[in-house]
């Protein structure tokens, strides 16, 4: 289980990809509208790889990214969705556990050495757990809570791209729903 993962789903789209990846960049384009409530649609297209979030790159914080795939022929796409954590949150996250291993590791080790040379005992070993602990239990504690935050907003992406995908009109390429109504995020 991949903690940054908050939900993946694979659609099974019947028509040509490449009238699929036309909503999608429509999606991207318009937005959509729920509950009364315009939403703007953060993403893009390189091939056949797409994504897409609530939030903007780099300010849009904790807000989940919808990455996925589609693979298909004239007939049917298949679209590999995954909704998960931004890049930049999980070189936050990998950066305060390399702080935390790399500087409690090194504590613990030259509290280690100082105790075996005599120059202390070995309380001060233990003095420095409660701070790798500490720092531990924040990073897990923040994730978890990311997660509990955006597993609503997470479902909503992927129900939105089904929804877009699935009203178009076969008969326009690039012809998505003008409004598709998901859960409410909030």
């Known amino acids: ?24 960049e ?6 959509f509208e729920s509950e009364g409530r315009h939403y703007r649609v953060f993403g893009g297209r390189v ?6 979030s609530l939030g903007m790159p780099i300010l849009g914080g904790g807000a989940p990214v919808l990455r996925g795939r589609a693979r298909g022929d004239a007939m049917t796409t298949t679209l590999a969705l995954a909704v998960g954590a931004r890049y930049e949150l999980i070189a936050l996250v990998g950066f ?4 935390t291993l790399f500087g409690g590791g090194y504590q613990l080790w030259l509290q280690a050495r100082r105790a075996l ?13 409660p701070g790798i602990a500490i720092l531990g239990s924040l990073s897990i504690a923040g994730l ?5 935050r955006n597993l609503r907003a997470a479902r909503a992406l992927i129900d939105v791209v ?6 178009a009109d076969p008969a326009e390429p ?13």
């Open 162 to 167: 089904h929804q877009f995908v699935f009203t």
């Open 174 to 186: 690039g012809a998505g729903a003008a409004s598709p109504v998901p859960p409410p995020i909030h």
């Open 96 to 99: 305060w556990w390399l702080i």
């Open 26 to 31: 429509e999606l991207i384009a318009g937005g």
């Open 144 to 148: 978890v809570l990311w997660r509990r």
């Open 47 to 52: 091939g056949s790889r797409f994504s897409l």
């Open 117 to 129: 040379a005599g120059e202390a005992g070995w309380g001060a070993v233990t003095e420095v757990l």
């Open 1 to 24: 289980m991949n903690p940054f993962v908050l939900a993946s789903e694979e659609l099974v789209v019947p028509a040509p990809s490449e009238r699929v990846l036309a909503d999608l």
